[in-house]
Nanobody, 117 residues
Framework: QVQLVESGGGLVQAGGSLRLSCAAT????????MAWYRQAPGKRRELVASLTSDGNTNYADSTKGRFTASRDNAKNMMYLRMDDLKPEDTAVYYCNLLDKHWGMDYWGKGTLVTVSS
């Protein structure tokens, strides 16, 4: 079993920055993919960025150039640096881990990011 806990959300003005963290505990196997998703009010959950355990990173078009995702496999941590935030980035941000070894999918409870205009 894997537990994921997000932190770092909050209220920020447009143009500002935030750094989210995701701490993973439990039995984590490789290969795996960790990812950030977000869900805005009234909208579907969408992928923000994904990072594989072997170093591949992908971003949603809406966040390319503004968001930087990283992970520290030794510490079982994942981060999301968000710069030049826009009001449309307001959402609950979720941490996800896809265990490709066992085919298990884990989610954190999310952290709220609110960007004021």
């Amino acid at each position: 079993q894997v537990q994921l806990v997000e932190s770092g959300g909050g209220l920020v003005q447009a143009g500002g920055s935030l750094r989210l963290s995701c701490a993973a505990t439990g039995s984590i196997f490789s290969p795996n993919t960790m990812a950030w998703y977000r869900q805005a009010p009234g909208k579907r959950r969408e992928l923000v960025a994904s990072l594989t355990s072997d170093g591949n990173t992908n971003y949603a078009d809406s966040t390319k150039g503004r968001f930087t995702a990283s992970r520290d496999n030794a510490k079982n941590m994942m981060y999301l640096r968000m710069d030049d935030l826009k009001p449309e980035d307001t959402a609950v941000y979720y941490c996800n881990l896809l265990d490709k070894h066992w085919g298990m999918d884990y989610w954190g409870k999310g952290t709220l990011v609110t960007v004021s205009s």
